[in-house]
């Protein structure tokens, strides 16, 4: 089963990386982005046909290594 | 004095390290990071490079690494732990070091010597220091 997943920074946290692409939008005419941020989307085709087992097991990932919770939270946002 | 160097997949001054070690009269040995004991140490270094890549962030996936346990256990009870580079990110991504490294507010990148000062000899690296460089 795939589960989607996102990480992205936490609300308070600065993304001079999310910056630096606003501004090279901004050279390319994209002139009224107010702001960017980038995060990272994960697809995680877990050996599991339960969903609920499928998605926990990748909440454990994310907490575990795919997320740095000091800085950052996730969210599953899809199975399939 | 015993040392250990860790080597990650992608790390790169791993030997550096060495060369430095023996030149400071360090018995060196290199360690694989998924071993799981490591040798007899005073101190193990984790050394720069690129870990994983960079892949994920700096140092993460290095840090989940089997020889990461006996690490922690070493620098628990008292041993001594330097992380340089890549080495200290990976150390930020464990649970040895609080904090993790955010990008650089103004995206600049400085690459340039500078002098750096001893603000603290009161530890085991700097306790028998007299002159500051």
Redesign the interface.
């Known amino acids: 089963m795939k589960i989607s997943a996102i990480v992205t920074l936490k609300k308070d946290v600065l993304d001079p990386q999310g910056k630096v692409v606003q501004q090279a939008l901004k050279g390319m005419g994209f002139d009224n982005v107010k702001e960017i941020r980038q995060g990272k989307y994960f697809e995680i085709d877990v050996d599991e046909n339960d969903k609920k087992k499928a998605e926990k097991k990748a909440e454990e990932m994310c907490k575990k290594l795919l997320a740095n919770l000091v800085i950052e939270d996730f969210k599953i946002i899809g199975s399939q | 004095m015993n040392s250990s160097v860790i080597i990650f997949p992608g790390s790169n001054c791993d030997r550096d390290m060495a060369v430095a070690l023996k030149k400071f009269g360090f018995k060196n040995k290199m360690v694989w990071h998924n071993d799981t004991e490591l040798p007899k140490s005073d101190l193990v270094v984790l050394p720069g490079g690129f870990s994983y890549g960079d892949y994920?962030?700096c140092g993460?996936?290095a840090s989940?690494s089997k020889i990461i346990d006996s690490v922690t256990k070493f620098a628990k009870s008292g041993g001594l732990l330097l992380g340089i580079c890549n080495g200290f990110q990976i150390l930020t991504?464990t649970e040895l070091l609080p904090?993790?490294l955010?990008?650089?507010?103004?995206?600049k990148f400085i690459c340039k010597n500078v002098f750096v000062k001893i603000n603290n000899s009161e530890n085991k690296y700097f306790k028998n220091i007299k002159k500051i460089f």
């Open positions: 994920l962030r993460s996936m989940k991504e904090g993790v955010l990008k650089n507010k103004y995206s």
